[in-house]
C-alpha cells in the first residue's frame, strides 16, 4: 500500500517538477513510511513511497519489466498475482521482485492495454511505457483505491490525493456544485469530478491513457452484468456464496505483516471474523463504543461472538474528546470533504490499530450492497416495480392515469439527473444546503459525470438502486473514508465483499434466489448458517452514528471560513472547511 505521483511532460521533465514530486512524497509519507523513490526520464517522472505488505524485503517502486523498457508504480494489492506470475512465467517471462505488483508490467507486455481486467485486487497505478512514450493509468473494479488527475498547460500530473496536484501543481478553482452534494447527501455522488475544477478521478473499473497526441483517453474495462445465467437451486447458490467468501477471505490473508479484523455486532464483520478464523488460529478483533449509555454501543454484543469463537478481543472506547481534538487532523488527511459522522470513529479505530502493530485491517464493508441490506431502498425499488410491472398493465386504469403514472416515474428517475430520492429513500441524508452555495452552484452550471443507475441492463429497479449504491455511496463515501483514513495511519483496509468474483456470481443469480422472500441479506445469512452463531444472522441491523452531542458541540464552536452562514449540520462545517483551504 503506496502513494503514487506521476507526471508527463508536454516538453521535458526538469528540476522544479522533480523537486515538486519529491515535496509530493514528502507530504504522503503516511501512505507509505517504509521507503520512497523518484525515477524519470525526459518525458515521465514518477513519485512512489511504499507501506510494505507483500515482498517486504525487495518490494522496491518503480519497479521495470526485463528490458527497463516499462515502469510501473502501484498503490495497492493484487490478489490473485501468484496465479497470475505462474501463468507468466509459463510464458517466458522473468521476475526480479516477490511484490505482487509486478505482474502487471508483464500483463501488460503480454495483452498491451487489455490486461487490467485480468486484475483482482484494489489498486491504482501508474505505468509507462518507455518506447512507446506512453503512461497508462488505472483503477480497481470498486474503486477502492483513489486517482486523481489534473491536466495542464506543461503537461498530466496524476496522484493518490487531491491535496498534492492542489498544492504543487494545479490552478484551483472550486467546483461549487460538487460541494452542494456533499451538503445534500454527506458525500459526492459525482463519479469523475472533485469539489476543485481542474482536478478528477479516474473512475472506479477504467483505466487512461496519455501520449503527446492525447491527454487523458478513459475507458472502462469492467461492467456490471445483471443477465441471471445461474441455473442451480437455491442450496447450491448458498454453497458457492460461501465458497466465494471464503476465498475472498483467504487472499486478503496474504501479507507478511499482523493483520486484524474490525467487528461490530452485525452480520457482514461477524462474517469475515468467523471466517478469519478458519485460516488462522490466533485471530485479532478491534470493537468500539461510545463512553455512557447509547443504543448504537455493540460491544457487548461483539464480545459475546468473540469469547465464543475464540477471537481475542480488543476495544476502544470513544467520547466527546475524541472528536473535537481529532477535527482538524481528520479533515487535513480526508484530502475531498465528507460529512460523515462515522469519520471520527473510524480515526479513533485506525489510530488504536496502529499503536498495537497492525498493519493491515480486514472490514465487512460491502456486504449491504451485494446483498439487498438497506430496507428503505428495497421497499422503494418494490413501488416503483410494482408501476412498471403492474400498474401500467392493468386494463381498469385509463390511459391518462398510466401517462400521470410514466411522468412520475420519469421525473423520480431524471430530477435534474440528480438521483437525489437515491440517496436515502427515506431522506435520511437529505441535509440543508447553504443558500449561498445554492447560488454559487447553480451560476457555475458546471458540467460533471454522476452515476448513470437508471440506465443499467436490468429489468429490476432493486439491481439498479444498488448499482448506484455500489458506486456512489460505497465507492465514494465507505471505501473513500476507509483509504483516506486508515492510510493517514499507515493502514491497509481489506474488504471481502468487494471481491469481483462474488460480486459478479451474485449478479447471475435470478432475483428469486438473491433476494428471497424479500428478505435483506437472506441469502448471506443462509449461506453462513454454522460459520456465524444463529444470534448474530437473528439480529436486527443496528448503525454506528456517534451520539447527537459529541456532533453538535462541534458545530456550535466552528466558526465559518468561507461561507458567510454558520453551518447547521457537519456536511455544511466540512465544505465550508475545504473550500477555506483553497
Known sequence: MCGITAFFSFTTIDKPVLDKLSLCNAAMLYRGPNEQDIWNDEKVALAHVRLSIIGVANG??????????????????????????????????SFATLSDCEVILHLYETYGDNFNAQLEGMFAYCLYDIKKQKLITGRDIAGKKPLYYAVLSEGIVFSSEVKVIKSYFSTNTLNFEVLRQVQKYSYAIATGDTYIQAIKKIPHASFSTSSQSENVTLKKYSERNFKATFEGDYQEACNEVKRLLFSAVEKRLMSEVPIGVLLSAGVDSSAIAAVTREFRENVSVISAGYKGVFSVDERKEAKRFSDDMGLIWNEIELDSNDFSSSLEDILEHLDEPNGDVAMFA???????????????????????????????????????????????????????????????????????????????????????????????????????????????????????????MHYAWLTNNCYFLSDKLAMAHSIEMRSPFADSNLIHFIDTLPLAIKFPNQQPKQLLKDSLKGIVPDYVLNRPKTGFTPPDTYINDIIYNYNPRFFSEKPKNFPQLVTDYFAAKL
Open 346 to 468: 473510524q480515526w479513533a479505530i485506525y489510530k488504536k490499530a496502529k499503536n498495537m502493530g497492525f498493519k493491515v485491517l480486514l472490514s465487512g464493508n460491502g456486504g449491504d450492497e451485494l446483498f439487498y441490506g438497506y430496507k428503505p431502498h428495497n421497499q422503494y425499488a418494490e413501488s416503483l416495480q410494482w408501476i412498471r410491472d403492474y400498474y401500467l398493465n392493468d386494463i381498469r386504469f385509463s390511459a391518462k392515469s398510466k401517462l400521470k403514472a410514466i411522468v412520475k416515474e420519469i421525473l423520480f428517475f431524471n430530477r435534474n439527473t440528480k438521483s437525489d430520492f437515491l440517496v436515502n429513500a427515506k431522506k435520511t441524508y437529505d441535509f440543508p444546503v447553504f443558500n449561498e452555495l445554492n447560488k454559487l452552484a447553480f451560476k457555475q452550471q458546471i458540467p460533471f459525470e454522476r452515476i448513470d443507475w437508471h440506465r443499467v441492463d436490468t429489468e429490476y429497479y432493486i439491481d439498479k438502486i444498488y448499482y448506484f
Open 60 to 93: 522496491h517502486q518503480p519497479i521495470f519489466n526485463e528490458d527497463k523498457s516499462i515502469v510501473l508504480i502501484c498503490n495497492g494489492e493484487i490478489y490473485n498475482y501468484i496465479s497470475l506470475k505462474k501463468e507468466l512465467e509459463s510464458k517466458g517471462h
